[in-house]
C-alpha cells in the first residue's frame, strides 16, 4: 500500500486518483501525526511524504518514521528543491524527492522504483526457531523476550540468527562483527562462540552454534529438522 501524507486538498486528490487509476492501493492522511500509526499497522510498501505539514514538519517525520525502524522508502514531496533541501532530506533518511510542481508521468515512474525496491526488503523480522530478529534495532526475541549478553556474543548470534541456519564463513563473520580492518585471531572468534554457546544454554537451550571446519559456522535449532 501506498501512503500518502499531504495537508493540501488539490495535490492530495489528484495524487490519490492518479495512483488509484494506475492501481496502486493507496491511503491518504491529511495530518503528519497520523503517520506512525499507520506505518506501525504494516502493509505500507512506500511513504509519499509531503515536507510542509501544518502540524509537523516532513524531516522531523521521517527522521521519527526511521527512528521506530521503518525501513519502506519515502520520496518526500516539496517546494524547496535546492541542493541543500536535497541533501538534508537524504540526511532525514528519505530516499527520493520530488521538487514541486512536478510531472505526474515523473511521480508514477519513482513510485514504481520505490515500491519494487521495497520488494526486495528483507522483512523487518526474521524468524527462526523460537527466536525473533528485528534488524532495525539489533534485538533478538525469543517468547516475548530479549535475549541479553555480551556485547561481542550477541553480534554474532545476530549475525548466525539472521542467516536462520545457513552457514557463514568465519572470515565474513569476523569482518561483519569486528570490522574488516581489525586485526583479531581466529581464537578470539572462538572464544566468542564459546561464550555463545554457554549463554544460549542458558537463555535458548534448543539453539547450539556449530562450527564446521573448512565451511564456516552455524545457528542450529534442534526443534527444526
Known amino acids: 500500500m501506498i501512503?500518502?501524507?499531504?495537508?493540501?486538498?488539490?495535490?492530495?486528490?489528484?495524487?490519490?486518483?492518479?495512483?488509484?487509476?494506475?492501481?496502486?492501493?493507496?491511503?491518504?492522511l491529511r495530518r503528519g501525526?497520523?503517520?506512525?500509526?499507520?506505518?506501525?499497522?504494516?502493509?505500507?510498501?512506500?511513504?509519499?511524504?509531503?515536507?510542509?505539514?501544518?502540524?509537523?514538519?516532513?524531516l522531523d517525520l521521517c527522521r521519527a518514521l526511521r527512528a521506530a525502524g521503518h525501513r519502506m522508502p519515502v520520496l518526500m514531496?516539496?517546494?524547496?528543491?535546492?541542493?541543500?533541501?536535497?541533501?538534508?532530506?537524504?540526511?532525514?533518511?528519505?530516499?527520493?524527492y520530488l521538487p514541486k510542481p512536478f510531472a505526474f508521468a515523473e511521480l508514477v515512474a519513482?513510485?514504481?522504483v520505490l515500491a519494487r525496491r521495497a520488494e526486495e526488503l528483507p522483512?523487518?523480522?526474521?524468524?527462526?526457531?523460537s527466536l525473533s530478529v528485528d534488524r532495525a534495532k539489533g534485538q533478538i526475541i525469543r517468547h516475548d523476550t530479549a535475549l541479553?549478553?555480551?556485547?561481542?556474543?550477541?553480534?554474532?548470534?545476530?549475525?548466525?540468527a539472521i542467516q536462520r541456519g545457513a552457514l557463514i564463513p568465519r572470515q565474513r563473520l569476523i569482518d561483519t562483527v569486528w570490522g574488516k580492518e581489525s586485526s583479531i585471531s581466529d581464537n578470539t572468534l572462538d572464544v566468542t562462540i564459546?561464550?555463545?554457546?554457554?549463554?544460549?544454554?542458558?537463555?535458548?537451550?534448543?539453539?547450539?552454534?556449530r562450527a564446521v571446519k573448512g565451511h564456516g559456522v552455524q545457528l542450529v535449532c534442534d526443534l527444526i529438522p
Open 3 to 28: 501512503l500518502l501524507v499531504e495537508d493540501d486538498v488539490a495535490i492530495g486528490s489528484a495524487i490519490h486518483q492518479g495512483l488509484t487509476a494506475r492501481g496502486f492501493p493507496i491511503h491518504w
Open 33 to 58: 501525526a497520523d503517520l506512525l500509526d499507520q506505518a506501525a499497522g504494516g502493509a505500507v510498501s512506500v511513504v509519499i511524504l509531503d515536507l510542509g505539514l501544518p502540524d509537523g514538519d516532513g
Open 148 to 160: 541479553t549478553m555480551e556485547p561481542k556474543a550477541h553480534a554474532v548470534l545476530l549475525q548466525l
Open 194 to 209: 564459546s561464550i555463545l554457546r554457554r549463554r544460549l544454554s542458558q537463555l535458548a537451550p534448543e539453539f547450539t552454534v
Open 77 to 96: 514531496l516539496t517546494a524547496r528543491g535546492t541542493l541543500d533541501d536535497r541533501l538534508e532530506g537524504f540526511e532525514a533518511g528519505t530516499d527520493d
Open 123 to 129: 522483512p523487518a523480522l526474521i524468524h527462526f526457531g
Open 110 to 112: 519513482r513510485i514504481t
